[in-house]
């Protein structure tokens, strides 16, 4: 009865701490403090950055070059990372904006990522009606890959952003919204452009569940109607625009860090396995349960889209170096599989089943793939704050 007891307690817990009039509010902080004090960003990069003598981001430095001319960049060669950043255009934009001031930037990406936070709240709490469930969910998703690294991310990639403006996709009711979201999650990185189809299958999962209509047809025309348009729409703009680009300022520019011969070298490999696991940690309970549930209720058109989609995730991340941030763009599964177990489950099981994804996506240390099998850890703000003061004195303890 001790776990049991804990359980309740935990439960009876939340439920006074989200009594208030602005409970949303207190929830959204309370999971932003929790998430930097155990995954706490590498800000000391910056530190370096800044310094004269410091190592450099070469990403923050070639942005800094399409600032100065997008369709003529200084420093753009193959066979480096810049190749891959030549159509993404929202930070050079964001850095031309505010006149090269870095800081500034990314006071904006955490904006966006605590952003990413709220909305998250908002779409569970219009899904579930209970401040608890919308609570266990805003736990677990704000200590795993897709929201740390919105705040961990001082590189320069910018996929915080295209977190953001997917999910403000995903959530809106407004067409031009979704269309303005889904143009800039695109120029932010080409992932973003894969994502676009985990939306669309979000939305017609939903309504075929909803509606009762989960034959093929069905789900077919719910693909090319309503807010799933603007999708394509999005699609037809951005491809339009980049084969124009391409074609007209980047004749030879090709992708030489993609496709086979990095999904099959060792370094590459090796670090696949823990990122399937790293990317999602508990949520894959809630994966797994909303596609066990699409099996057991014979809804096999609605399964295949929903393991169809998650395998294009899976092939698409492993195509290329940092697996992770690939993976990250997976989030509307999490959101589709707990929209699934809210319509098919009761609230006591829905309740335990996230509070157990919650315990283990807060009690899994934050470590990710970034490129080449370099495996990083995102330390709690203790042993950040022990390193810090190691390197001060002189201490020699983190070597």
Not at 1 to 19: G, K, T, V
Not at 231 to 242: C, F, H, Q
Request: hydrophobic fraction near 55%; proline fraction near 3%.
């Amino acid at each position: 009865m001790i776990l049991e007891d804990f359980y309740q307690r935990f439960l009876a817990r939340l439920e006074h701490f989200l009594s208030s009039e602005y409970w949303l509010l207190k929830l959204v902080a309370c999971c932003v403090a929790l998430s930097l004090f155990l995954a706490f960003p590498p800000y000391t990069l910056l530190l370096d950055h800044f310094s004269a003598s410091g190592a450099k981001l070469d990403a923050w430095l070639f942005i800094h070059n399409q600032a100065q001319d997008l369709l003529h960049p200084a420093d753009y060669t193959l066979g480096v990372r810049r190749e891959a950043m030549v159509f993404r255009w929202v930070l050079p934009a964001l850095y031309y904006l505010t006149g090269g001031k870095l800081l500034v930037i990314l006071g904006v990406q955490f904006a966006l990522a605590v952003g990413f936070i709220y909305l998250l709240g908002r779409f569970c709490y219009q899904l579930f009606q209970n401040k608890v469930l919308t609570a266990l969910v805003l736990l677990a998703v704000s200590n795993i890959f897709v929201s740390v690294w919105s705040f961990a991310d001082v590189h320069g990639y910018g996929d915080g952003i295209a977190y953001f403006f997917i999910l403000l996709a995903l959530t809106s009711q407004k067409k031009w919204v979704v269309g303005l979201a889904m143009l800039v999650a695109y120029f932010t990185d080409e992932r973003a452009v894969v994502a676009g189809g985990y939306v669309l299958i979000f939305w017609a999962i939903i309504q075929a569940d909803r509606d009762g209509k989960a034959d093929f047809w069905s789900i077919l025309k719910s693909m090319f109607t309503g807010r799933s348009l603007m999708v394509w729409l999005a699609w037809v703009l951005y491809l339009s625009i980049r084969m124009y680009v391409k074609y007209t300022y980047f004749q030879a520019h090709h992708y030489s860090a993609v496709g086979l011969p990095v999904m099959f070298e060792n370094q590459h490999r090796n670090g696949i396995g823990s990122s399937l696991w790293t990317a999602f940690e508990g949520t894959w309970l809630l994966l797994l349960a909303g596609a066990l549930i699409l099996k057991l209720q014979k809804r096999n058109w609605l399964l295949l889209l929903f393991v169809l989609g998650f395998l294009v995730l899976i092939t698409t991340g492993i195509y290329v170096h940092d697996i992770d941030r690939a993976f990250g763009y997976g989030f509307p599964f999490i959101l589709l599989s707990v929209a699934i177990l809210k319509r098919h489950t009761s609230t006591p099981v829905l309740t335990l089943l996230l509070f157990i994804a919650m315990v283990l996506c807060v009690l899994e240390p934050q470590v990710f793939t970034m490129g080449y099998n370099k495996i990083v850890w995102l330390e709690p703000l203790p042993v950040k704050g022990l390193m810090v003061l190691s390197r001060y004195f002189g201490w020699g303890i983190f070597m």
